[in-house]
């Protein structure tokens, strides 16, 4: 249970953190909500919102949120899709059949190699290919930092295909 003193000295103490005091009385609470709400009004015109015990700037509170996806929901991601295959001319000395996961490439396979920023396991789904089907991320690859993907293909000639594509990419949060 909250205890509030009318007499709090200090409100924000430097735009981040929240102070309460002691006191008596639930409406010595009310006062002290409506204080805080009147400060967010009037502080030069900026918004803060509370973030556990901190005070955040509401406009950082609102990109946070727009850039923040929640586990097990999909975000669109523009990316630069290439394509390679098995192949030493794709994978040059690392050519050997299996990916940076360990995974032993099968006939049939579906996958990805995406930037460190992907955890191996992520599920993609990557417009126009493998059916627009979830993949995995199970490789990575010396060019492919940032916003960029490499889909497998079994053969040279379908990766040549695949091209370069900007596509926004379907991406499941863990």
């Not at 102070?19 to 409406?27: E, P, Q």
């Not at 990916?99 to 599920?123: K, L, N, W």
Request: with cysteine; hydrophobic share 45%; net charge neutral.
């Amino acid at each position: 249970m909250w205890k509030v003193d009318c007499r709090v000295k200090t409100v924000f103490t430097d735009k981040r953190t929240f102070v309460t005091s002691t006191a008596a009385g639930y409406f010595a609470l009310l006062a002290i909500v409506a204080a805080i709400v009147f400060a967010v009004a009037v502080e030069a015109g900026k918004g803060y919102a509370t973030n556990g015990s901190k005070m955040i700037l509401l406009s950082t509170a609102i990109i946070e949120q727009e850039h923040t996806t929640l586990a097990g929901q999909w975000e669109n991601v523009r990316m630069r899709v290439t394509a390679y295959c098995p192949c030493a001319k794709c994978c040059g000395e690392y050519a050997d059949g299996v990916t940076a996961s360990a995974h032993e490439i099968e006939p049939g396979d579906a996958f990805v190699a995406a930037d460190s920023r992907y955890a191996f396991g992520t599920e993609m789904v990557v417009p126009g290919y493998n059916t627009n089907r979830p993949v995995k991320v199970l490789d990575r690859g010396g060019a492919i930092k940032g916003s960029r993907l490499d889909v497998f293909f079994a053969t040279h000639q379908e990766a040549l295909e695949w091209g370069v594509r900007n596509i926004d990419v379907k991406v499941l949060r863990n």
